[in-house]
């Protein structure tokens, strides 16, 4: 497997012992479908293939990663005619979407009305790299619980919360930011949130941190002293708004390359703007 996720054929069939196969015609289903769909998904969602084919490969584990390695579970707050996820169309074909823990997969990203839903499971395919708006505005969702987050990949993050009024529940402990450069509205108008964990992002990468939290007007405490910021320039309004935030740990934040920190605590009470003055130094408030 070389970088870039691009698949060599001739390696792949001699992975798969698939240069013994005489058929043509399932060599032409499996290298032939369609140009934008990698040989292994086909694969790997095929089970009648699969089959067919009697595949037994050590390697499977190491490509299966990189199809579906991403699964993230929602549950719902309310059921009406509604989106519960943004799917940009180009994408379309590389989110697998299952309702309350059906085997078949839905071929949509929104609720039809009255109908009776209460989880949703959506497996996400290696060829995105970008969660922009992902769940933004999709005010149903109760929780989002990210079950399995085995990528480098993703790069932007920015808006991925944003606008999820009804959000509840927010796990992350399987999140992997380590190559996200923007984070821009990650969270804004999470406005029921109460807690976050955020102790294992990597923002070594991250450039844009503006309006990250904005609005957060439930979070009461918030850890982010394991935040790298050395390459930040854009903290505008990460924290406005947060009106209940009592505690925020920022002690090890670096603003050297900072160009832009407008009205970064606006909103917030005086009350935790003077403890972050007074317990960071380095911290600039303008």
Same mark, same amino acid.
């Given at each position: 497997?070389?970088?870039?996720?691009?698949?060599?054929?001739?390696?792949?069939?001699?992975?798969?012992?698939?240069?013994?196969?005489?058929?043509?015609?399932?060599?032409?289903?499996?290298?032939?479908?369609?140009?934008?769909?990698?040989?292994?998904?086909?694969?790997?969602?095929?089970?009648?293939?699969?089959?067919?084919?009697?595949?037994?490969?050590?390697?499977?584990?190491?490509?299966?990663?990189?199809?579906?390695?991403?699964?993230?579970?929602?549950?719902?707050?309310?059921?009406?005619?509604?989106?519960?996820?943004?799917?940009?169309?180009?994408?379309?074909?590389?989110?697998?979407?299952?309702?309350?823990?059906?085997?078949?997969?839905?071929?949509?990203?929104?609720?039809?009305?009255?109908?009776?839903?209460?989880?949703?499971?959506?497996?996400?395919?290696?060829?995105?790299?970008?969660?922009?708006?992902?769940?933004?505005?999709?005010?149903?969702?109760?929780?989002?619980?990210?079950?399995?987050?085995?990528?480098?990949?993703? @790069? &932007? +993050?920015?808006?991925? !919360? $944003?606008? #999820?009024?009804?959000?509840? =529940? /927010?796990?992350? %402990?399987?999140?992997?930011? *380590?190559?996200?450069?923007?984070?821009?509205?990650?969270?804004?108008?999470?406005?029921?949130?109460?807690?976050?964990?955020?102790?294992?992002?990597?923002?070594?990468?991250? @450039? &844009? +941190?503006?309006?990250? !939290? $904005?609005? #957060?007007?439930?979070?009461? =405490? /918030?850890?982010? %002293?394991?935040?790298?910021? *050395?390459?930040?320039?854009?903290?505008?309004?990460?924290?406005?708004?947060?009106?209940?935030?009592?505690?925020?740990?920022?002690?090890?934040?670096?603003?050297?390359?900072?160009?832009?920190?407008?009205?970064? !605590?606006?909103? #917030?009470?005086?009350?935790?703007?003077?403890?972050?003055?007074?317990?960071?130094? *380095?911290?600039?408030?303008?």
């Amino acid at each position: 497997m070389n970088s870039g996720n691009t698949f060599n054929k001739e390696k792949i069939k001699q992975k798969l012992g698939l240069e013994k196969i005489k058929n043509n015609f399932i060599l032409k289903k499996i290298f032939g479908y369609v140009k934008k769909i990698k040989y292994m998904e086909i694969i790997k969602y095929n089970k009648k293939l699969q089959k067919r084919l009697n595949l037994s490969f050590d390697g499977y584990q190491e490509y299966s990663q990189l199809y579906s390695s991403i699964i993230v579970e929602l549950k719902l707050v309310d059921n009406k005619y509604i989106r519960f996820i943004n799917i940009p169309y180009t994408k379309k074909e590389y989110y697998h979407i299952y309702f309350d823990n059906s085997k078949e997969e839905i071929k949509r990203n929104y609720l039809n009305e009255n109908e009776k839903v209460k989880i949703i499971k959506i497996k996400i395919d290696h060829q995105v790299t970008s969660f922009q708006k992902l769940f933004s505005y999709c005010d149903i969702i109760n929780s989002i619980i990210f079950k399995k987050f085995s990528r480098n990949n993703i @790069t &932007d +993050m920015s808006y991925m !919360f $944003s606008g #999820c009024s009804s959000l509840k =529940e /927010l796990t992350l %402990s399987n999140f992997n930011t *380590n190559n996200v450069t923007n984070m821009s509205g990650m969270f804004s108008g999470c406005s029921l949130l109460t807690k976050l964990n955020a102790s294992k992002f990597n923002t070594y990468n991250v @450039t &844009d +941190m503006s309006h990250m !939290f $904005s609005g #957060c007007s439930s979070l009461k =405490e /918030l850890n982010l %002293s394991k935040f790298n910021t *050395n390459n930040v320039i854009n903290m505008s309004y990460m924290f406005s708004y947060c009106s209940s935030l009592k505690q925020l740990i920022i002690s090890n934040f670096n603003m050297n390359n900072v160009n832009h920190i407008f009205f970064m !605590f606006d909103g #917030c009470s005086n009350e935790l703007i003077e403890k972050i003055k007074e317990q960071n130094k *380095n911290i600039k408030i303008e």
